[in-house]
């Protein structure tokens, strides 16, 4: 796929190298990566800038022990490789593909000199990463100062826009393995939160669906246990 076809059809990308230049542009490469393939190794070193034009991927680290923590969820505009290029350090997380995913990328020598040409793309950069700062220490929060059975609802409340509306419930896909890397804690710590309030019919679980079937009690059950 040419650079062209993809700013045309792609707005966030479009916005993103609206002002690259000519020669800039002409070095980005496309490349696409099957579900479940690993783009980049944690504690590896990779001389280039990303950034997703289709798909998602999860951004992991991994402890010593094997246990995982997904630290974010990155979709179409996202990028990643900016750190490890202006730290000249390998990556501190891994990033695996969670669906078939489309990317392009671009060796460091052009980022740099795109970044001191475009004064667009410079502010750019500048507010999106003080954006991810104050979302991950949001998180780093949440995560210290809160009961996992806060996260859970506010992680369920979170996801309500995008879960489908059949008959008054709500039905999330969700998949519990990769939650309960995103919170840091076993998937049996997950299940049991997840069994106290299906106790209270507040919700319905199976394989791959949490079903909401009260959102006013699962915004009480938050507020309840915010101060636990």
């Not at 280039?48 to 798909?55: A, C, S």
């Not at 804690?185 to 019919?201: A, G, P």
């Not at 699962?218 to 507020?223: K, P, Y």
Request: glycine letters at 4%; hydrophobic letters at 35%; one cysteine or more.
């Amino acid at each position: 796929m040419l650079i062209n076809e993809i700013i045309e059809s792609n707005k966030k990308i479009e916005y993103i190298l609206k002002n690259c230049s000519y020669d800039i542009l002409n070095k980005w490469k496309y490349k696409e990566y099957s579900k479940g393939e690993i783009v980049c190794y944690q504690g590896m070193r990779y001389n280039y800038f990303y950034i997703i034009v289709e798909g998602f991927a999860n951004i992991s680290l991994a402890a010593e022990s094997g246990k995982t923590f997904s630290q974010a969820i990155y979709k179409s505009g996202d990028y990643f490789g900016e750190l490890e290029i202006f730290n000249n350090k390998p990556y501190i997380c891994s990033i695996e593909a969670l669906s078939d995913l489309k990317i392009i990328r671009i060796e460091k020598q052009y980022f740099i000199k795109w970044l001191i040409k475009d004064q667009h793309f410079s502010l750019y950069m500048t507010k999106t990463l003080c954006d991810n700062f104050y979302n991950l220490s949001k998180l780093s929060a949440k995560n210290t100062l809160y009961s996992l059975k806060y996260r859970v609802c506010n992680y369920l409340l979170y996801k309500l826009d995008s879960g489908v509306h059949i008959d008054g419930i709500i039905s999330i896909e969700i998949d519990k393995e990769q939650l309960s890397e995103q919170f840091a804690v076993t998937s049996r710590s997950i299940n049991r939160v997840l069994k106290e309030i299906k106790e209270k019919n507040i919700i319905d679980i199976s394989n791959k669906y949490i079903y909401i079937l009260d959102i006013e009690a699962l915004i009480e059950e938050e507020s309840i246990s915010k101060n636990y």
